[in-house]
């Protein structure tokens, strides 16, 4: 137990710490006018494939932006580079191989893109359905990813990633086929979980879902420019 | 960058702290002649499912044990107990939602085990591809898995995982006709991060890969007790 109990104020202080910075960031955001998604998953939920298809389809020249976290690699920034839009790319292992990113790591990142110009910025936070959940860092909403891979139950046992998302998208939708899945039990633990948690259900390959959330980041824009 | 640099003392600490209650577990492991296999994987790859599978299959009279980590939820030591094996939950909710297992945690956790009693003990891990694989537990031998779901690439997106293992299962084989998914690419990946690596591709539903699996952990065992 004394190792455990000695974690917990550590741990305090850091997010602490990292909440001072999160609203440093908040406070640029608004100034520039930018609205912050940040999106959070177990490794391979399609974290960088969602965004792949949602900048071409990005309409009435939304100017968009990415921060991409990975521990190692800078595969996922090459892949969303290719879209003609700013990405940084933060390699954690620089960081003690962080399993997240902080407040600061994205302050650090800041300084390499020009906020004026952007009116969207992604961050793809490293795959990890537990601690990127913990780190507030300046977004004005987090979405949580989940394949229907990973199995039904993800939600309750993996409970503050659903309950600090403002959205859930369901993704890999068209393999359901050929599993053994239970949509009808995922549907019920997100809700046991978090019940006033939207929902798109995805498909990249059909395009099932494409429109909502489109739909979504449109009008979490507006509701940013609104308050900007 | 201040934030940051603290951190990497603090995790140092906590990792020392780690390594010395993992030494007095190892012993422990050694003197009730119990082989420990840790099981690591980004959540819904098949830690649950593996071991349902695998309790059944133990031959020879092999007396097998389970500590499960879960932030949240008793569900998976639920489906472990109907196959009449000790099974230990820990839920880390209560040591901050903990996203790993430490040596301490299993060290709790041996209080409500008869080691004496078991030949092999196996402890599935937090569902995270990232931390469990930084904290020795004083086990024989961690096996990370790997679904083809999560993509090609995750091996050198997560070396640590597949740099401390001992054998990586790659898990879901039998999806791979329905993904885009390149199995070469793959391995590939896993011999550019792990040269050494041994490497079980495995279908619960087929069957494949399960006699491997099976005699891997034959051969660990025997291994373990002309050690012990």
């Known amino acids: 137990m004394t190792d455990a109990t000695r974690r917990i104020p550590v741990i305090t202080r850091i997010l602490e710490a990292n909440d001072r910075v999160a609203d440093e960031n908040r406070r640029r955001f608004a100034e520039a006018g930018v609205c912050v998604v940040n999106l959070v998953s177990s490794p391979g939920a399609g974290k960088t494939t969602l965004l792949e298809h949602t900048l071409p389809a990005l309409r009435g020249g939304v100017r968009a932006g990415v921060i991409v976290g990975d521990i190692a690699t800078t595969r996922d920034a090459e892949r969303l580079a290719v879209h003609d839009v700013p990405v940084v790319q933060i390699t954690t292992e620089a960081f003690g191989g962080s399993c997240h990113l902080e407040a600061t790591t ?31 860092l300046g977004e004005h909403a987090k979405v949580a990813l989940l394949s229907v891979t990973e199995g039904e139950d993800k939600p309750i046992k993996y409970p503050l990633a659903f309950q600090v998302a403002e959205l859930a998208v369901i993704t890999k939708i068209d393999l359901v086929p050929h ?15 978090n019940p006033r948690l939207p929902r798109v259900e995805m498909s990249i390959y059909t395009g099932q879902g494409l429109d909502a959330w489109m739909a979504w980041l449109e009008e979490k824009m507006a509701r940013a420019a609104k308050r900007g």
């Open 179 to 193: 599993l053994r899945y239970d949509l009808d039990a995922m549907r019920a633990f997100l809700e046991k979980v």
């Open 106 to 136: 994205i302050r650090q990142a800041l300084d390499a893109l020009d906020l004026d110009s952007l009116d969207l910025l992604f961050v793809e936070n490293v795959g990890n359905l537990v601690c990127p959940a913990e780190f507030d």
